[in-house]
T-cell receptor
Framework: KAGVTQTPRYLIKTRGQQVTLSCSPI?????VSWYQQTPGQGLQFLFE???????NKGNFPGRFSGRQFSNSRSEMNVSTLELGDSALYLC??????????????FGPGTRLLVL | GNSVTQMEGPVTLSEEAFLTINCTYT??????LFWYVQYPGEGLQLLLK?????DKGSNKGFEATYRKETTSFHLEKGSVQVSDSAVYFC?????????????FGRGTQLTVWP
């Protein structure tokens, strides 16, 4: 079974631009979560989607948004990029949240550099 | 609330040495516990997990036991290899919640020298 895939793997943008990152979960997984990883803040939770609905959101400004499609693929969007948005963005999928379904499997990440 | 505390790194060991990385947690509910490993330039890989008290997760020679009485999930390996050099993250997920987020520790960098 293919793992979680993320595209693109690397991205360079300038301040003020916007960016869209894509995540394809493991086949059959309906829950997708996004995390931001930086050296200073570590791994921070952005949001979680399940069956096209955002179930949970972390403490990030409204410039960060996401969505999930009917095939469980997910995108996240960051508008008006700031230098501090430079990070590794990780997507994780799981079957669901019930007992035995909660293990999250991560993709390789998208490394975003904002200049 | 939910939180995870890991021992500060970096940890530097010689090959075949014994490894312990301490992890303690605070949880409002009854969590599942995980160890993830991140190699340079890659995403996180699930190393092992435990879903209830006294469960022992194990994989690739690594072990961790879910200790509810001490709220701990320490990672151990009897004999490390150079290829184990990576960053290790302890994480929890609240099983009592329908919300799927993981709470991570800050990570522990392990370097193993030949």
């Amino acid at each position: 079974k293919a793992g979680v895939t993320q595209t693109p793997r690397y991205l360079i943008k300038t301040r003020g631009q916007q960016v869209t990152l894509s995540c394809s979960p493991i086949s059959g997984h309906r829950s997708v979560s996004w995390y931001q990883q930086t050296p200073g803040q570590g791994l921070q939770f952005l949001f979680e989607y399940f069956s096209e609905t955002q179930r949970n959101k972390g403490n990030f400004p409204g410039r960060f948004s996401g969505r999930q499609f009917s095939n469980s693929r997910s995108e996240m969007n960051v508008s008006t990029l700031e230098l501090g948005d430079s990070a590794l963005y990780l997507c994780a999928s799981s079957l669901g949240s019930g007992q035995g379904q909660e293990t999250q499997y991560f993709g390789p990440g998208t490394r975003l550099l904002v200049l | 609330g939910n939180s995870v505390t890991q021992m500060e790194g970096p940890v530097t060991l010689s090959e075949e040495a014994f490894l312990t990385i301490n992890c303690t947690y605070t949880a409002t509910g009854y969590p599942s516990l995980f160890w993830y490993v991140q190699y340079p330039g890659e995403g996180l890989q699930l190393l092992l997990k435990a879903t209830k008290a006294d469960d022992k997760g194990s994989n690739k020679g690594f072990e961790a036991t879910y200790r509810k009485e001490t709220t701990s999930f320490h990672l151990e390996k009897g004999s490390v290899q150079v290829s184990d050099s990576a960053v290790y993250f302890c994480a929890l997920r609240d099983r009592g919640s329908t919300l799927g987020r993981l709470y991570f520790g800050r990570g522990t960098q392990l370097t193993v020298w030949p």
